[in-house]
């Protein structure tokens, strides 16, 4: 495509008018929240303990059994549109070789059922550093208390008990969020009404907090898109492209939080919005932050049913984009863990072997041997994604990647 005059883009645009039957609105989630099922992770916590206590004490070894967590475990339907576990579990016994491991689920679990009681939460590096006051039982590095918090999840996912329930937060924040949206939150101590207007953020945006479900919302946009880099998240907020578009959108930051994955759930799901998503066209961009945006992930597969996008579809960047919109000169050779990834979606990711025209796509990029950075199209201008590519993908919606 030859390169075409680049228009002039304005920051001044008229703000388009409503209807109040045009106004879309959700109130809080009617999935259980943190409240309903404070009680049941208490007693699921001590149910636990106490089993362990009478099974030891009876002089036999006691044991926790808990799924699998990883991608040879899971199935995927196109009718349900996530990962779910596929039913292999494995069992944490009290020997000589787990004795520490063992040691520190339970006392995870304790300082969990403590939070859950006084209302308090723990980061998940906070949770790590608490367990340096517990002598021969305490973490060498967070992946191990990351791991083990992940186990405990699992072992209670059955009673839909998550991590949130639990009071671990991650360390980072839930994404951005800009455009026609109002999000509707309560003050804790009076519980009045606060309203957050995405159109009114100035030069900034709504940070998604880290639980979303007593979030209600009201908005006239027409469709979502879920965004890969801050850079080009901040260059569509700059020029108020969601304005003109009539749009929400969502910063995913590279793998989108739980957090980002269940506020875009809700916005999909409670407003009947269409997702599009727009991330770098490269393995790790499509096989990891796109697959984990739509379907959820292997590890996590025992809450996917709630923190993924089933009906997210992607926009780009497509390898068909390279070519189509002549980027061949600003792309980047893929690298041996790109091709790597590349081939193991092939191989083993349920979602991708399930969808043709993603095994076609997949293969065309290992075939013509590179990726594609959102920011490829500045060759065309600096707002040529704003002016060219994004009109005219969006006009092809229904031709979109599943």
């Excluded at 799901?269 to 770098?280: G, R, T």
């Excluded at 996008?309 to 390279?322: C, E, L, S, W």
């Amino acid at each position: 495509m030859a390169a075409k005059k680049k228009k002039k883009v304005t920051k001044k645009v008229t703000k388009k008018k409503f209807t109040p039957e045009k106004v879309r609105k959700a109130g809080p989630s009617k999935r259980k929240g943190k409240n309903d099922l404070s009680e049941v992770a208490i007693e699921s916590i001590k149910d636990v303990a106490l089993d362990v206590f009478n099974v030891a004490n009876s002089g036999e070894l006691p044991e926790m059994v808990m799924p699998q967590r990883n991608l040879k475990n899971v199935t995927y339907d196109k009718k349900t549109g996530y990962f779910e576990m596929a039913g292999n579990m494995k069992t944490r016994r009290l020997d000589v070789n787990s004795v520490k491991t063992f040691a520190q689920t339970l006392r995870l679990m304790s300082l969990a059922k403590d939070m859950v009681a006084d209302d308090d939460f723990a980061t998940k590096r906070e949770a790590y550093y608490v367990s340096k006051n517990w002598g021969d039982a305490k973490f060498g590095e967070q992946r191990e208390s990351d791991s083990v918090l992940d186990d405990i999840e699992g072992m209670f996912s059955l009673k839909d008990i998550t991590r949130e329930i639990l009071r671990f937060r991650p360390e980072e924040h839930g994404g951005s969020v800009v455009g026609a949206l109002t999000v509707i939150d309560h003050d804790p101590e009076t519980g009045e009404a606060i309203r957050s207007d995405c159109a009114a953020m100035g030069s900034g945006a709504y940070t998604i907090p880290s639980s979303v479900d007593h979030l209600g919302f009201e908005t006239t946009a027409d469709f979502i898109i879920a965004i890969e880099t801050g850079g080009m998240f901040q260059r569509l907020n700059h020029h108020r492209y969601w304005r003109n578009s009539n749009c929400i959108l969502v910063e995913m930051s590279g793998v989108p939080t739980r957090a980002t994955r269940r506020f875009t759930r809700r916005l999909s799901q409670d407003l009947k919005l269409p997702v599009y998503v727009f991330v770098d066209c490269d393995p790790y961009g499509i096989c990891n932050i796109y697959r984990t945006l739509k379907v959820g992930s292997g590890a996590a597969a025992h809450v996917n049913k709630d923190f993924c996008v089933p009906n997210a579809t992607f926009m780009g960047v497509t390898p068909q984009d390279i070519i189509d919109f002549q980027l061949e000169d600003a792309t980047h050779p893929l690298l041996p863990v790109d091709i790597k990834r590349a081939k193991d979606a092939l191989k083993n990711d349920p979602f991708f072997k399930a969808h043709p025209k993603w095994v076609k796509a997949i293969k065309q990029m290992l075939k013509m041997g590179v990726r594609a950075e959102q920011q490829a199209f500045a060759k065309w201008g600096l707002n040529f994604v704003i002016e060219e590519y994004l009109p005219t993908k969006i006009k092809d919606a229904k031709n979109f990647l599943p």
